[in-house]
């Protein structure tokens, strides 16, 4: 890890780390440590949490935030799961967890991959004004329990999405794997939690200067 990649690591003991990263670093290197983590403990499965925070912010508060992240991804059913919990510098904070994999037909599928599918789309030229379009259609898309339709969602992804992005092949795709990895088998999420898992890749792409 210290040769492939900038971080450091401040802690690790037992089955528990603490590692410093960057920004743009922090996809690969959160996938490949369960990965190397199932591999070396023969098929163990890995709970992790990123802080996402300036790198100004108190360092205590970011273990802090980092604490919060990994006990929302043990509460994702079977904890093989990973949490952000983004810290912004307007004070507001974002926080989101799901699993590492969701199964669809007879593949598992990478939802760090699917988030990294997102990013490069918005380096592509995706407007990020269809997020908040999108953001905007909350009280009508979630019911008085927070919780949201996935046919309701996915409509209003063909509506708003393909006016942002020229590539509308591409648009199509996001629309489809957003189905097929939040929803997964559900019929229904937390909207709340959609969303905050759908600005990460935002977040990413703007290198935290939002």
């Known amino acids: 890890m210290h040769e492939e990649y900038h971080g450091y690591v401040i802690y690790f003991g037992g089955d528990e780390g603490i590692i410093l990263l960057p920004l743009a670093e922090t996809f690969e290197v959160m996938n490949k440590l369960r990965k190397e983590f199932s591999h070396i403990t023969g098929g163990l499965t890995l709970s992790a949490g990123a802080a996402i925070v300036h790198h100004q912010f108190p360092l205590g508060q970011g273990l802090k935030a980092a604490k919060e992240a990994i006990n929302m991804a043990k509460t994702v059913r079977g904890k093989n799961a990973f949490s952000f919990n983004i810290r912004k510098r307007s004070g507001a904070n974002i926080i989101c967890a799901a699993p590492w994999e969701v199964k669809r ?3 598992q599928q990478e939802v760090i991959e699917f988030l990294k ?5 918005y380096s592509g030229g995706l407007s990020v004004r269809w997020y908040h379009q999108f953001a905007n259609m909350g009280s009508v898309m979630k019911d008085e329990r927070g ?3 996935r046919s309701m969602a996915i409509n209003e992804l063909y509506h708003i999405l393909p006016r942002h992005l020229r590539n509308k092949a591409l648009a199509f795709s996001l629309i489809n794997k957003t189905g097929e990895i939040i929803y997964g088998h559900k019929d229904s999420v937390k909207f709340e939690n959609m969303l905050s898992l759908l600005y990460v890749p935002i977040y990413f792409h703007q290198e935290g200067m939002d």
């Open 105 to 107: 037909k007879s593949n």
């Open 117 to 121: 599918a997102w990013l490069s789309a």
């Open 147 to 149: 919780i949201c339709d």
